[in-house]
């Protein structure tokens, strides 16, 4: 990359809010969900999920994944016994909260380069808050966020878009200059309701293929996202156009 490229587009990034979903887009954090999950079930006398059928189930919080978890396992989650079992399972879970997650390669270089180049970071996360700080302090990422905005800080849950909105304010930026990045179709949805470019990465967590979603752009490495970012901020323009 020459030198005068650099100027222009550290001017684009500087000043928009690039909002990231936290569970696939920027951690794997399916190995200790996964077996926090197990954990429960194997306490109900359930057997337990494999590992990749639980991946697909992650994204929309601790209560989605033990309904789907306990239906998976043959057993329908009672109304009555789920604020137990929720809490049960979030006590399991913050015990083990980055025993085997870790950041996606390339994250780290990636949100260093978004910050040097002036832009605004945020966590638009279905998961608790709690647990999303306790997961990014563990992993040394909080330093890097301006605004960390769980499904419970926010009016409403992603794919409501007023999470998005909720999470682009609280890191004082402006809807009209961020960008959604993530992995799901609640983050698609989210953003195509706020009007916000959506960025998705392809080796996330999605039941239907990452290509059906939607997003504006798709990435297979997120070395690609300062990049990607730019186009999108540059083009705001609507298609599944590959980097």
Do not use: W
Not at 82 to 90: G, Y
Not at 203 to 211: D, I, M, R
């Amino acid at each position: 990359m020459h030198a005068q490229n650099d100027i222009p587009k550290a001017e684009i990034l500087r000043g928009a809010t690039i909002a990231f979903d936290l569970d696939g887009t920027l951690v794997d954090t399916a190995p200790d969900l996964v077996a926090s999950l197990n954990l429960i079930l194997a306490e109900e006398g359930l057997p337990p999920l494999p590992f990749d059928d639980v991946r697909r189930m992650v994204g929309r919080g601790a209560k989605a994944l033990l309904e789907r978890g306990f239906a998976a396992a043959g057993a329908p989650l009672d109304a009555d016994q789920a604020p137990a079992l929720v809490e049960r399972f979030v006590a399991l879970y913050l015990g083990r909260i980055a025993h085997e997650s870790a950041p996606f390669p390339g994250v780290i270089d990636a949100l260093v380069a978004l910050r040097a180049s002036g832009a605004r970071l945020a966590v638009c996360t279905n998961k608790l808050t709690h647990l999303s700080v306790a997961l990014l302090d563990a992993l040394d990422l909080t330093p890097y966020f301006d605004a960390v905005v769980g499904a419970d800080s926010a009016p409403a849950a992603k794919p409501d878009p007023r999470h998005l909105l909720a999470t682009i304010a609280a890191a004082g930026g402006d809807p009209a200059r961020a960008v959604m990045v993530g992995d799901s179709i609640n983050d698609a949805l989210a953003a195509k309701a706020a009007n916000v470019p959506t960025l998705l990465v392809t080796f996330g967590y999605t039941e239907a293929p990452v290509e059906t979603l939607g997003g504006d752009l798709l990435i297979d490495a997120f070395s690609d996202v300062p990049s990607a970012c730019i186009s999108l901020l540059t083009s705001c323009g609507r298609g599944n156009a590959g980097l």
